[in-house]
Nanobody
């Protein structure tokens, strides 16, 4: 059964770091891009970052540029999100998702409507 499984979330103090993992199983990596999204309580889901499979081009939402880094390890069918300098406003449920159709602009991967397979999510809490 095809699925995406996230891990690596947890609690961290402001300024700390976490690395999230999104492992794909049950299907070959037949996707256009994989994205990370987050949703904080009472807020809409937000596209955080994505990476295109063909050339590893990346997209980041403005609020995480310079702090987060997305990468992929095809040998392990895993996409990572390295998160540094975490702030309380980064607290959210982080989910990964595949986008299987080509996008005219990679930035469109930030739209959750473009994703078609989702993981369950991993909680990230940043507080002192």
């Amino acid at each position: 059964q095809a699925q995406l499984v996230e891990s690596g979330g947890g609690w961290v103090q402001p300024g700390g770091s976490l690395r999230l993992s999104c492992k794909a199983s049950g299907f070959i990596l037949d996707y256009y891009a994989i994205g990370w999204f987050r949703q904080a309580p009472g807020k809409e889901r937000e596209g955080v970052s994505c990476i295109r499979r063909s050339d590893s081009s990346t997209y980041y939402t403005d609020s995480v540029k310079g702090r987060f880094t997305i990468s992929r390890d095809d040998a392990n069918n895993t996409v990572y999100l390295q998160m540094n300098s975490l702030q309380p406003e980064d607290t959210a449920l982080y989910s990964c998702a595949t986008i299987t159709h080509p996008l005219l602009l990679l930035s469109l991967c930030a739209l959750s409507s473009q994703a078609d397979r989702w993981g369950q999510g991993t909680q990230v809490t940043v507080s002192s």
